[in-house]
RNA sequence: GCACGAGUAGCUCAGUGGUAGAGCGGCUGUCUUACACACAGUUGGUCAGGAGUUCGAAUCUCUUCUCGUGUACCA
């Protein structure tokens, strides 16, 4: 047997198997199988994107799932690809341009020639997470590998604007957006936090222009004031009634503007009086539209004032404005107060800063499908788990607006839609366009471009990425494809992009896949945080570097480390100890074949005599299988991992292979042949189990101990899971428990003899005799010689006739009671008070389970199974104490 | 404000009506010929607080507190 290293060295091996794996097509999915399909999307990480630990955790479960589906006899595609990700690539870019000296902005380059410098990045340095995927370990079709701008998926993007444009639930038109001032985009609602922030609330005097008085108004935007086009009172409010119709000073580029009555001005709040700025709030333009009043935009597209009427500010910047502006007013006397105040901001998500409420023209979608999509998940035809999503997921879709799908970007899907060239400037600058303005031929909306494009000028915008990304579960695939794999089974991503994408994905299903929802189950993930419960950021430096952390452990180990501790429903909170653990894992199973291979060949005993300790383990094994099955068709992926781990090296390692070493030294060769038997038929189907999780060790163990012969010399990863049914065929269930019992006790009287050796300061290794005096159990020479290997003794022997020394240690044992005479040692005082400590224990135990049944109620009302349970459990500690105090007094 | 999660050992988490668990950590021993990335033993919890339902509650109900997430907003 050749000599191998006593730790494992994962890194190797992964990247043997990944190469392997890939060369032998075992991930590609056979469209043409006649077996039955299992599908998953991977959610496209951006092209920009490297790997972080979330998905690790999301890409660790789609795996999970694919391997065992092939295992099962499934055809199983599981799509990769990425996401152009339109602002995140095109800033990315844009941020080397700024480098250079000089530096230069898109502008400088130009529209064309931007996105070729784009696309030449993506070529360069995009999709470094498919690497890092493949590092991972991920099965995925590598082949069928897409990306939201190639080529067959762009006209799937053209085709869908197309289609819901014609259908008039796409239009242009003039309304109030979210605007990125940095990016110099309109964002859809979904990318705007709302972030609570602390801010001052100045308290300004308008003074009526009749000189009769002042109104005092509250802003927090008193940049703005040169906007302002009136002020609102409640008409219900007593002290204003008589105000409304009279005009107040602009406190600021001074105008006459008027007080108006509104009921949306509450009447308990501040002052009473809001002054109405409808360029630049939201809710002040609904006002401004329904009073007709006009509209003053003060801010250019990139923050700063625009108000030449007030050279002190024009052309600051919005911040910087607010603080002088407030100079200005307290200059002129009109500063009431300043009190400090916590509002919410909307903060871009992009880019980080406060967003404005900004009138500009813009494509919006009315959603399509929305009540399928609603009622999908309500009746379960879609799956959420965890299920509480679904509420989350509804709640969103009731109150569900137009989608803002219009970005000022130039790295994207381009819209569309082109104008005629002599009506262009007209057509663009109309208030609302829709399908009626295509049928009267001003406007051209098509997958390709108009047949005579020298009369035409296209729209500037690009598409908001998730306006690609909502089509990806079909449009990914060609038709022959489509028919095997659409819908896909299951979709794994974070409930942080239900409304972005999972909600919407849904709605496109319906209205572009024949009508088919496009997945079956929605698993949600856990948010990888760090200890302190922080969310993961590459600003906080709390981030490890999946990379660093497969060089360091393994790809299996920390997927599984990863797994181990991913809970379902809550976040999870990353330890990079519990990674630690998956790697000593991989050691422990690593270190167990080599245990194996160190024995020699396997048994073709046609009759191996089990033991009752084989016979144990294999029943386990049995049991395991079922485990693993109901943890994972239930997506409970910790329940899986907690299952493999406490099996392997708890039952498997720590109890049965001590219980048997001696089998494989000397002995009965019947019984010898017995244990390679259980050894080996635990391994293969142990293997074959963990293979979906820890698939490189897995396989290659598989390889290393010689089971691949045995399936056509075939991969683990693409054979079927061996059949539970085969596992102890031959016996009856009386059998089977019998044997059980006897193990149990077995393994629970050589923790009582390794206690009593601990606890006389004997070291482990201290070789020591151990003498039986036989109870109820019956020992035979196998359990006995067993125990004594167990119990790290030179001996165990059982001794019905046994008279111990006084204050010989002795503890009670399923088997009857257990001595370690301590030839020459033996103090009667420590044994008693151990006796008596133990005694005490057992009479408080007794003393509650008599007071439970002599509850007439809780005999009356339990279960009759829970009753039987509560006499049984008394009658034994009865009988132990009857021993024990047999005991105490064979010691006086 | 509303909705949804979570609060169990020092840490990370299991446990959904029937004697409070695992791994790690701590402490003691041990390099026992698969594994010191290990082995053996041991320590450690008013199950966030309170009330209720029940023969019986970590588990069900109500309530309070703390944390997280989503969502709506009044300047």
Not at 286 to 291: A, D, I, L
Not at 506 to 516: E, L, P
Request: glycine share 6%.
């Amino acid at each position: 047997m050749t000599e191998l290293p006593k730790a494992y060295e994962p890194n190797f091996v992964e990247e043997k198997w990944q190469t392997r794996w890939m060369s032998e097509g075992c991930f590609h999915a056979d469209p043409q199988s006649a077996k039955p399909a299992y599908s998953i999307v991977i959610p496209p990480p951006n092209v920009t994107g490297v790997l972080h630990m979330g998905h690790v955790l999301n890409n660790t479960i789609q795996d999970i799932l694919a391997r065992r589906a092939r295992q099962e006899g499934k055809e199983v595609l599981w799509l990769p690809g990425t996401d152009h990700a339109g602002i995140a690539t095109q800033a990315r870019v844009e941020k080397e341009l700024a480098k250079e000296t000089p530096p230069r902005t898109r502008y400088d380059v130009g529209r064309e020639d931007f996105v070729n410098m784009v696309w030449e990045w993506k070529e360069k340095h995009g999709g470094i997470i498919i690497k890092q995927l493949k590092k991972l370990g991920c099965s995925c079709d590598w082949e069928r590998e897409r990306f939201t701008m190639d080529s067959v998926f762009a006209p799937e993007v053209a085709r869908a604007f197309t289609e819901l444009f014609k259908e008039g639930l796409i239009y242009r038109g003039r309304r109030m957006v979210n605007w990125d001032p940095v990016l110099r985009t309109a964002l859809s609602d979904e990318e705007v936090i709302m972030t609570p922030s602390k801010s001052k609330l100045y308290t300004i005097r308008y003074k009526l222009a009749d000189g009769s008085g002042q109104l005092l108004v509250s802003t927090t935007r008193p940049e703005t004031i040169m906007a302002d086009v009136a002020v609102a009172v409640n008409p219900k409010d007593p002290r204003f009634g008589h105000l409304i119709g009279k005009t107040v000073i602009r406190p600021l580029v001074e105008t006459e503007i008027p007080i108006i009555a509104d009921d949306h001005v509450e009447i308990d709040f501040g002052t009473g009086a809001l002054k109405i700025t409808p360029a630049h709030d939201r809710t002040d333009f609904e006002v401004g539209m329904k009073n007709n009043l006009e509209i003053i935009d003060v801010l250019t597209a990139d923050g700063h004032i625009n108000c030449p009427a007030c050279p002190e500010l024009h052309g600051m910047d919005r911040f910087a404005a607010r603080d002088k502006s407030i100079e200005l007013i307290e200059a002129k006397g009109l500063l009431e107060k300043v009190e400090d105040y916590e509002n919410n901001v909307g903060i871009s998500q992009r880019s980080d800063v406060p967003i404005e409420p900004r009138l500009s023209m813009q494509w919006f979608l009315k959603y399509p499908c929305v009540e399928e999509a609603a009622a999908a998940v309500a009746n379960g035809d879609i799956v959420f788990r965890p299920a509480h999503w679904a509420k989350t997921y509804a709640h969103w879709l009731e109150g569900i607006q137009d989608w803002c799908i219009s970005r000022q970007l130039w790295w994207g899907h381009r819209i569309p839609v082109w104008y005629r060239k002599d009506k262009a400037t007209e057509l663009q600058e109309a208030t609302k366009l829709d399908a009626e303005d295509a049928a009267a031929g001003d406007i051209y909306v098509g997958v390709e471009p108009p047949a005579d494009p020298e009369n035409w000028v296209q729209d500037e915008d690009a598409l908001d990425t998730w306006f690609s990304s909502w089509l990806w579960p079909f449009a990914t695939m060609d038709a022959e494809c489509r028919a095997k794999f659409y819908p896909t089974s299951d979709l794994v991503t974070g409930p942080d992009i239900i409304f972005f994408w999972v909600a919407r994905m849904i709605m496109a299903g319906y209205r572009f896949a024949d009508g088919k929802k496009p997945f079956s189950n929605v698993f949600f993930t856990s948010i990888v945080r760090d200890l302190l419960g922080r969310k993961m950021s590459k600003s906080l430096g709390n981030s490890p570097d999946p990379l660093d952390l497969i060089a360091k452990y393994g790809a299996d180990g920390l997927r599984f480390g990863l797994m181990r501790i991913a809970p379902t429903g809550t976040d999870v909170k990353f330890d990079e100890k519990q990674i630690e653990e998956g790697k000593n894992f991989a050691n422990k199973l690593y270190n167990a074949a080599r245990f194996r291979m160190m024995q020699g060949e396997a048994s073709t005993d046609p009759a191996p005599k089990f033991t009752p300790v084989h016979i144990d383990i294999l029943s386990k094994l049995k049991e395991l299988h079922a485990t693993v099955a109901e943890g994972l068709a239930k997506y409970e992926f910790n329940t899986y991992t907690q299952a493999l781990y406490s099996f392997f090296w708890n039952e498997y390692c720590s109890l049965f292979l001590e219980a048997v070493k001696n089998d494989l030294r000397d002995g009965d060769p019947a019984v010898k042949n017995a244990t390679l038997y259980t050894i080996d038929t635990v391994l293969r189907h142990y293997l074959a189990l963990l293979s979906p999780i820890m698939p490189h060790i897995a396989e290659e163990l598989w390889q290393s101990l010689g089971f691949a012969a045995r399936y056509e010399g075939k991969p683990l990863m693409s054979t079927p899971l061996p059949q539970a049914e085969a596992l102890l065929a031959g016996l009856d269930e009386t059998e089977i428990s019998k044997a059980r019992a006897l193990s149990t006790a077995l393994y629970e009287t050589a923790n009582r003899a390794r206690n009593l050796k601990a606890e006389y300061n004997l070291a482990t290794n201290k070789k020591v005799r151990f003498i039986l005096k036989p109870g109820a159990l019956p020992l035979t020479d196998d359990l006995l010689a067993r125990l004594a290997l167990l119990a790290g003794s030179q001996s165990a022997t059982a001794d019905a006739a046994y008279e111990a020394p006084k204050g010989t240690p002795t503890a009670l044992t399923p088997f009857g009671e257990l001595f370690l005479p301590l030839d020459g040692l033996v103090d009667v005082e420590a044994e008693r008070s151990r006796i008596s400590k133990e005694l005490e224990k057992m009479t408080k135990e007794i003393a509650k389970s008599q007071a439970k049944l002599g509850n007439a109620t809780f005999v009356d009302r339990a279960p009759a199974a829970v009753v039987e349970q509560e006499r049984a459990r008394l009658a034994e500690w009865e009988s132990k104490k009857a021993q024990l105090e047999a005991m105490l007094t064979a010691l006086s």
